[in-house]
């Protein structure tokens, strides 16, 4: 059974039930929505353990010994990274299929990927400056440049005319570009005029199931960042 509310240092670990897959997650992790878009996308029956990442129990680290999340586990079998295991999910359970099957397609969603980079590292250097420092600003704006260009070239989705892996690759981060503007007036990461089909995508995206199930409001946005700004992030709000 799911447990929403994050286990800490010093809970027991959730009894396992032989063949059920089971994802260790954060609720706010952006990394880990990857892995529950990819889930709830292809229709996959798991359950969820929520961890405390401030103090994390020590059998989840036995588990990752990173002590990062996504970690899924399933019988003996660990694996974790978001993208090992929404990879390792689109093999196993091939309906749904979301990686592309031509190699090439592939190979140039994946030197996307690796330029998305940029994108999180400017996103949260961004918040740092509180939107002050110019350059790490337009440093954003000229690391999303060639997603708009990628989108207005392959249709409504990076898939063209439905959603792949990279779309849910990237989401967790355009999905949170809202809270710019409610903790920082007047800092805007993805102008409409600069990014006319981002900003259609991002609308398109949030009518997907996998997107709706697994996205959370602003506001709630808003109080788990401003907890983790404090050093005092509640992992357990809203709940």
Avoid at 132 to 147: A, G, V
Wanted: hydrophobic share 35%; with cysteine.
């Amino acid at each position: 059974m799911s447990s929403l509310k994050s286990h800490s240092k010093d809970s027991k670990l959730p009894a396992l039930t032989p063949g059920k897959l089971r994802l260790y997650s954060m609720r706010f992790c952006p990394f880990a929505q990857r892995t529950r878009l990819v889930l709830v996308h292809k229709k996959i029956e798991f359950e969820t353990v929520n961890v405390d990442l401030k103090a994390k129990p020590d059998w989840f680290l036995e588990r990752n010994p990173l002590g990062l999340v996504p970690v899924l586990e399933q019988d003996d079998k660990v694996l974790y990274e978001s993208v090992i295991t929404c990879d390792y999910l689109d093999d196993v359970y091939p309906d749904n299929k979301l990686n592309p099957s031509d190699p090439y397609q592939r190979a140039r969603d994946r030197i996307l990927l690796e330029s998305y980079g940029k994108v999180v590292t400017n996103y949260y250097g961004t918040f740092r400056s509180q939107g002050k420092d110019k350059e790490i600003l337009e440093n954003l704006w000229k690391s999303l440049t060639p997603f708009e260009k990628a989108i207005g070239e392959r249709g409504t989705y990076f898939g063209g005319d439905k959603p792949t892996m990279l779309d849910y690759f990237v989401w967790p981060w355009f999905e949170r570009m809202g809270v710019f503007s409610a903790i920082l007036p007047g800092v805007d990461p993805m102008p409409a005029k600069q990014f006319p089909k981002l900003t259609a995508w991002v609308e398109v995206m949030k009518s997907l199931p996998a997107v709706k199930e697994t996205m959370f409001d602003i506001p709630t946005h808003v109080a788990f960042y401003k907890g983790y700004a404090a050093g005092k992030p509640d992992y357990d709000v809203g709940l």
